[in-house]
């Protein structure tokens, strides 16, 4: 079965510290995506980046950067000079390919991020 | 801009009480997802609809239905709401095929329902 593990259930850091968010995964798919979600304290997740698994390439948005690693199954997220509104529950997913064909999403726990002044 | 809307933030029931909780997108999505969350335990998903009248179980579909009569509305339902039901409930909508996961799904503010 799918799994995405996210150790790390709660990180503090101090505004400007740089901060990188775990994710962990397993499948046996071939083919899969990966995204990051962020939700901040008002609930409504917010989409960050996807990637897809021919795609090992890091991305870098701003103050936000993703480092894909096929080899230990890993799609870690950092967050550059980090700023009070950075402070959310940040979840990893990959996607699951369906016997009936269909797909979903397997989330992970979450990582509680906190950026205090 | 894509909105998920959902028609409760905050929902107080009791036991043994039918709950409707609804979810509207106004994107023509094809794809609609019901979840709930719950602390340590992430995001779980319920049931999912891949078109009007067509809908799939999730990982803990136990307790639930739902029902998609239109194509924006995707409804979940708590037959005889338990305790044990409490949680922040999340929709989620996504375009594309049943077969097509690169989409991002677009999510709702989320219910949080508490059932006494």
């Known amino acids: 079965a799918q799994k995405v593990t996210q150790a790390q259930t709660e990180i503090s850091v101090v505004e400007k510290e740089d901060v990188t968010l775990d994710c962990v995964y397993e499948t046996r798919d071939t083919t899969y995506y990966l995204f990051w979600y962020k939700q901040p304290p008002s609930g409504e997740l917010v989409f960050l980046i996807r990637r897809n698994s021919f795609d090992e390439q890091n991305e870098i948005s701003g103050r936000y950067s993703w480092n894909f690693q096929k080899s230990t199954s890993s799609f870690n997220f950092t967050i550059t000079a980090s700023q009070v509104v950075d402070s959310a529950v940040y979840f990893c997913a990959l996607s699951e390919v369906l016997s009936g064909g269909g797909n979903k999403l397997t989330f992970g726990t979450g990582t509680q991020l906190k950026v205090e002044l | 801009d894509v909105k998920v809307t959902q028609s409760s933030r905050y929902l107080v029931k009791r036991t043994g009480e039918k709950v409707f909780l609804e979810c509207v997108q106004d994107?023509?999505?094809?794809?609609m997802f019901w979840y709930r969350q719950d602390p340590g335990l992430g995001l779980r998903l319920i049931y999912f609809s891949y078109d009007v009248k067509m809908k799939e179980k999730g990982d803990i579909p136990e307790g639930y239905s739902v029902s998609r009569e239109k194509k924006e509305r995707f409804s979940l339902i708590l037959e005889s709401a338990s305790t044990n039901q409490t949680s922040m409930y999340l929709c989620?909508?996504?375009?594309?095929?049943?077969?097509?996961?690169?989409?991002?799904?677009?999510f709702g503010p989320g219910t949080r329902l508490t059932v006494t």
């Open positions: 989620a909508s996504k375009r594309g095929s049943a077969t097509t996961f690169v989409y991002e799904q677009y």
């Open positions: 994107m023509d999505h094809e794809n």
